[in-house]
């Protein structure tokens, strides 16, 4: 079956945050497509990767980028699939506000929706979730995790009573 979220960034430098939401996916068995697709340096890989991605099954695009992060911005411009957009403190960056502002200050009409600094993992669990109001394995799963969150944190007052 096809994929239904598409991880896509700027560069092979972003790859590094960027797999913490592939660890995300593959620990959930979530099938995803990634892809280096560049705003500046493949402008129309850009658009047509943004064009052609609900034909072909996709429901979801992640998208990262550092500095200056045009390619989650330009990818909402060309798709009516939710954009969720990743700013990567990178090579370029100032100091990742760069990153940050380029990615959520989107005009009117263009919504990205924008995740934390490096915030790749966060950016596939709300992927998953998209695609959870329509899918109940993935929705089972997401209310494991959830489930898993709880415990960790009775696990971590457990280890506080006894430190
Ligand atoms: C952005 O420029 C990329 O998404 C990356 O975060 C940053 C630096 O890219 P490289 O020069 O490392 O390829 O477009």
Redesign the pocket.
């Known amino acids: 079956m096809a994929a239904k979220i598409g991880i896509i ?6 790859l590094n945050v960027m797999n913490e939401a592939k660890t995300f996916l593959i620990e959930q068995g979530i099938d995803f497509e990634i892809e280096i697709v ?4 493949t402008p129309e890989k850009m658009l047509d990767y943004a064009r052609n991605a609900a034909n072909k099954g996709l429901k979801v695009i992640i998208a ?8 989650p911005g330009m990818v909402a411009a060309s798709t009516i699939l939710p954009v969720i957009g990743v700013p ?1 403190k ?4 100032i100091d990742g506000w760069d ?1 940050v502002l380029s990615i959520l200050q989107m005009p009117g009409g263009v919504p990205v929706a924008t995740v934390a600094l490096n915030g790749a993992k966060n950016a596939a669990i709300l992927a998953a979730q998209i695609l959870a109001t329509s899918d109940d394995a993935i929705a089972t799963k997401l209310n494991q995790y959830k489930t898993d969150l709880i415990a960790k944190v009775a696990e971590m007052n457990s280890q506080l009573k006894n430190a």
């Open positions: 960034m700027g560069s092979i430098s972003d560049s705003a500046h340096r990262a980028a550092g500095g200056a992060a045009h390619l990567i990178s090579s370029n960056s990153s």
